[in-house]
């Protein structure tokens, strides 16, 4: 079985270009969550979706995030315009929502380097 | 008082010795709990839950809960070097992270000497 897809792997922009992140999740699973990963603060929420609907998006650093799903198998996450302290590793995760732990499974992940 | 606390190490154990990793956390309603191990420049992947007090055992992991004192540890036992990875302590808090986003720790580094 497929797991999370995540597009690209890897980005190099130069700051105050548009970004956009791409997630496939799990087939069947219907919940989304995007995170963020640095050595700093570690990994950090930043928006979850269940039903394809934003739950929380608490965790968006700024107006300059934004986040869709347009349906079960797809979402992005769009930066505009990016910034140097936006370069992060972007994970994606999915899990069933149903399931007794809800376990959240992660994609591989997008390595974002704003310059 | 950070949400999930980890010792960021790095532990050195031996190869063949049980590796003991540790968290608490500040939500006495948190419910679930996870470990994930991620290796260097990889992914987090999943490797225990846990939401009951108590003990669960899964091939050489073990997860440990123990609500009243807001702990949760992972033990590894035959300890090989292939389990040298950062290990991350995730919990679902009730008051955080959205109903169902998980708050990590973060992590500590496990060393596997041969």
């Known amino acids: 079985d497929a797991g999370v897809i995540q597009s690209p792997r890897h980005e190099v922009t130069e700051m105050g270009q548009e970004v956009t992140l791409r997630c496939k999740p799990i087939s069947g699973h219907n919940s989304l969550f995007w995170y963020r990963q640095t050595m700093m603060r570690g990994l950090e929420l930043l928006i979850y979706f269940n039903n394809n609907v934003p739950i929380d998006d608490s965790g968006m650093p700024e107006d300059r995030f934004s986040a869709k799903m347009p349906n079960a198998s797809f979402s992005t996450l769009k930066i505009q315009p990016s910034e140097p302290r936006d370069s992060a590793v972007y994970f994606c995760a999915s899990s069933l929502r149903q399931s007794s732990y809800n376990e959240q499974f992660f994609g591989p992940g997008t390595r974002l380097t704003v310059l | 008082q950070k949400e999930v606390e980890q010792n960021s190490g790095p532990l050195s154990v031996p190869e063949g010795a049980i590796a003991s990793l540790n968290c608490t956390y500040s939500?006495?309603?948190?419910?679930?709990f996870f470990w994930y191990r991620q290796y260097s420049g990889k992914s987090p992947e999943l490797i225990m839950s846990?939401?009951?007090?108590g003990d669960k055992e899964d091939g050489r992991f073990t997860a440990q809960l123990n609500k009243a004192s807001q702990y949760v540890s992972l033990l590894i036992r035959d300890s090989q070097p292939s389990d040298s990875a950062t290990y991350l302590c995730a919990v679902k808090l009730y008051s955080g992270g959205g109903a169902d986003g998980l708050t990590f720790g973060k992590g500590t580094h496990l060393i596997i000497q041969p």
């Open positions: 846990i939401y009951s007090n």
């Open positions: 939500d006495r309603v948190s419910q679930s």
